[in-house]
């Protein structure tokens, strides 16, 4: 990533192919997995591809149509009401994902195993949705919906995803049956946690918050043994009231140990916290 990231940096237009080509790729993932594992097995995971399959199996609808359908009047009320601040790359997104639907229709079903097809038809969209996201783009549809709504009535953005696409997985439970519904929040959930992934990776990172009496031979300690910057950070004792700075230094789970270790060794009585870093840019670490 840091090779690509310098690239873009020293030829900006190469930037702005990688993300259409993010967003293609992304859209063609989400469209392929819709027909080999969710629409086969009646997996209605929210958002406008949850409407077409429930409207497939009522009406017989095509459900590239459906989409088209929905999600390109969606975009142009998006525009219309929240500005243009979609972007091409997202009507990109908006149309080519219903192609790849279409043109993809008449591949078998992976699996006829619903749960199966819950959990990686959530792999998928998850995969497809974050690496769109890391086009800066999306696939339009609902989230758009849920943007006008947010704008209009102060609910939360959240608030009008969950309810949206609480709406159309109630709905597939009424259609299909309860079992189908709860395949569908268990593919809804699969979607989040995959797009998390993909966003900010699979590494982890620690950061460790330590208060100790020996802050000098610690500090030299982070920065010679381990190799890692250290932030000393003012703060005061809240019984004594006495000044006592915290070290802050963030390491990879491999160094996490070493770390451990060398704060045990120099100072016993050390109040150490650690803390889950998600994602960590900067020197020493991913470029942004």
Same mark, same amino acid.
């Given at each position: ?103 993809t229709k008449n591949l078998e079903p992976w699996t006829n195993d619903a749960l199966l097809g819950a959990l990686f038809g959530g792999i998928g969209v ?13 696939? %339009?549809? +609902?989230? @758009?919906? #849920? ?12 608030? &009008? !995803? $969950? ?65 890692? %910057?250290? +932030?000393? @950070?003012? #703060? ?12 802050? &230094? !963030? $390491? ?37």
């Amino acid at each position: 990533m840091n090779i690509l990231s310098n690239l873009t940096q020293t030829y900006p237009k190469m930037r702005i192919a990688i993300d259409y080509l993010f967003v293609l790729i992304g859209a063609g993932i989400i469209g392929l997995v819709f027909n080999v594992f969710l629409l086969p097995n009646q997996v209605a995971s929210g958002g406008v591809s949850g409407i077409s399959t429930i409207l497939k199996t009522v009406l017989g609808w095509e459900p590239a149509y459906v989409q088209w359908a929905f999600n390109i009047p969606l975009f142009i009320a998006g525009v219309v009401f929240l500005g243009k601040n979609f972007g091409v790359k997202t009507l990109v997104g908006t149309i080519f994902l219903p192609f790849i639907v279409f043109f993809t229709k008449n591949l078998e079903p992976w699996t006829n195993d619903a749960l199966l097809g819950a959990l990686f038809g959530g792999i998928g969209v998850g995969l497809g949705l974050g690496i769109v996201f890391r086009g800066r783009a999306s696939t %339009g549809g +609902t989230d @758009l919906a #849920a943007q006008i709504i947010n704008k209009y009535t102060g609910f939360t953005l959240g608030r &009008c !995803v $969950v309810m949206i696409d609480g709406l159309i997985v109630l709905t597939a439970a009424i259609v299909f049956d309860i079992e189908k519904g709860l395949y569908a929040l268990i593919a809804l959930y699969v979607t989040s946690k995959t797009i998390d992934l993909v966003q900010v990776g699979f590494g982890r990172s620690k950061m460790a918050m330590i208060i100790t009496s020996k802050q000098d031979e610690v500090r030299a300690g982070i920065l010679n043994k381990i190799d890692r %910057g250290v +932030t000393k @950070l003012s #703060a005061y004792g809240g019984f004594t009231d006495h000044e006592r700075p915290v070290l802050m &230094c !963030v $390491v990879d789970q491999t160094e996490f140990t070493k770390l451990k270790q060398l704060v045990k060794t120099l100072d016993p009585s050390a109040f150490v916290v650690v803390m889950d870093a998600a994602e960590v840019l900067g020197e020493g670490f991913k470029r942004a």
